[in-house]
């Protein structure tokens, strides 16, 4: 599987809420980075987080980019958000841009930015 692939099926898998099949493609001691600088231990802490921003968030994944630099391979994810924020009000067009770093066939690490905060979406 080439490594665009791998990270698509990765957040296919969180979207299904198949969390141990996604947190098996982690390395152990993954660094996972959301907005703010909010660092998660794992994809369950991080999954739990969520439940207090929205009821479901999914996402349109419109490009992928791919670096391989040695023995490290960069993903970056580019697209939009849609869902529902905990009010029940449905949203669209919350860009975001996902950044992976992959060796030895995990993960190792996650970056994630979006516009949640300026879209007020969540409110």
């Known amino acids: ?15 299904d809420r198949k969390l141990e099949e996604a947190h098996a493609m982690f390395a152990p001691n993954c660094v996972i980075e959301f907005p703010g600088g909010k660092k998660y231990k794992d994809i369950y802490e991080m999954v739990e987080n969520a439940k207090g921003r929205y009821n479901w968030v999914k996402k349109h994944r419109d490009k992928y980019f791919v670096g391989v630099d040695g023995d490290q391979t960069t993903v970056t994810s580019i697209g939009t958000l849609y869902g529902e924020n905990l009010n029940g009000v449905a949203f669209e067009g919350v860009r975001y841009v996902d950044v992976f770093i992959i060796k030895d066939g995990l993960i190792t690490e996650q970056h994630v930015w979006n516009d949640f905060g300026e879209s007020g979406v969540l409110n």
Not at 1 to 15: R, T
């Open 1 to 15: 599987m080439d490594a665009a692939a791998m990270i698509d099926k990765f957040l296919q898998l969180n979207e």
